[in-house]
């Protein structure tokens, strides 16, 4: 599949700056603690879409700083990768009440602003953490577990799907299907992840 990413002529930072005002979702800008943007490397070779906010990511402004996120900074670390060297962002910009799924027009109206990052941060790939994140960024509706395995392509990268850190809280045993993506992942930059090899930062 063959996608486009939107206008960055702002920078990241001009992007942020109009996140942080927008109030095209009403209900998102009157629950919202703060916009949540995105975070790390603007000129990253990785860039991770998640879902949204929740609610410890609403109050400290920052993606995926909570129990998911914990997981997903032990999935990078086992990478060889510093979660630093890594852009991450979500679908929405902003936290949906009682962490319910975005709506199809609150992902409209964010699109614009995740199209800008993915054109400023310009990665070699992008993985989509989760259905919400791949069915978004896709226009798909077929399940992660069709999803995954392979590589499409949008705004010039290399777009991998795999499962999302919070259902790998519920689901543990799904832990080994994403590590094969990883290795899929690191693979095509080959990079060989072997769990000997973890701690190496061959990326
Ligand atoms: N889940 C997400 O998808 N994104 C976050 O930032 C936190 C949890």
């Known amino acids: 599949m ?3 990413a939107g206008d960055a002529s702002g920078g990241l930072e001009g992007i942020a700056g109009v996140v942080a005002g927008c109030r095209l979702c ?8 703060q916009t949540v943007f995105g975070v790390g490397d603007p000129n990253a070779k990785i860039l991770f879409v998640g879902e949204a906010p929740g609610a410890d990511e609403d109050r400290l402004g920052e993606p995926f700083v909570g129990r998911a996120g914990k997981l997903l900074n032990q999935i990078i670390e086992a990478c060889g990768m510093r979660r630093e060297e890594i852009y991450i962002c979500n679908i929405l910009k902003c936290r949906p009440p009682g962490n319910r799924n975005p709506s199809p027009e609150e992902a409209g109206n964010c699109r614009q602003f ?4 993915i054109a400023s941060v310009q990665p070699e790939y992008i993985v989509c953490w989760g259905s919400v994140a791949a069915k978004n960024l896709l226009d798909s509706t ?5 999803m ?3 590589f499409f392509e949008y705004g010039g990268a290399k777009v991998l799907c795999t499962y999302h850190p919070s259902y790998l809280l519920r689901n543990p045993s799904a832990k080994k299907d994403v590590w ?3 290795q899929l992942l690191f693979a095509d930059m080959g990079v060989t992840l072997t769990a000997a090899k973890r ?3 061959g990326a």
């Open 26 to 33: 009403q209900e998102l800008a009157e629950t919202r603690t």
């Open 114 to 117: 995740l199209d800008g990052q």
């Open 180 to 182: 094969e993506d990883m």
């Open 148 to 150: 995954r395995r392979q």
């Open 199 to 201: 701690s190496d930062n």
């Open 2 to 4: 063959t996608g486009t």
């Open 142 to 146: 077929e399940t992660i577990g069709r």
